[in-house]
């Protein structure tokens, strides 16, 4: 395995540790009912937390690596390790035909400040250079209006709506499909 470490002007993207401060990060993320509110499973308690980390450092040691769940950290806080403690995660899922589909969530009091733009740059960059992908696919919960703002940002483009694409808290859930391709990203060299 080759850690993965991506960093932008205000965050740093690393390989979760399997560490008491990164299993409360994740908890923080995936045990919070409004940080899970638009993504497709209920809140997930602390064992659960530790579970999926465990599960992302299995992935990681892959011969040929499929699964990319990495930590998000603020870069001012990098330097330090004691204090670069998780804010959220990264996701990138390789399909098929240089494909991959694309998430994160983050901590609810980090919402607003722009960061989801930037790990969604940094993901686009390292899956259209060192990955070498030719799409990216992004699904978002229709009523999810501030990741729709991210993705079109980042010049995504809408594919369709997916009907009952989620069965979550009692109903089926809609969901919108984007896609960006790797000749559409400017920062793709090529």
Known sequence: MVPVRLTGP??????????????????????????TRYLPFEPRDREDCADQIEQYLEEAQQDERTVYRLAVTRRADADAPSRAVPIGNAALTLGGHRSADLGYALRPDTWGNGYAGEITGLLCDFA??????????????????ASVRVLTRAGFRLEGRIRHDVHLRGGWRDSFQYSLLAHEWPRAGG
């Not at 690393?14 to 919070?32: K, N, Q």
């Not at 060192?130 to 009523?143: K, M, S, T």
Request: aromatic share 10%; hydrophobic share 50%.
């Open 128 to 145: 259209f250079g060192p990955l070498g992908l030719h799409r990216l696919v992004a699904r978002v919960d229709v009523e999810n209006t």
């Open 10 to 35: 205000r965050l740093a993207i690393r390989e979760f540790h399997h560490s008491a401060a990164d299993v409360d990060a994740l908890y923080a993320v995936f045990g919070d009912r409004e940080a």
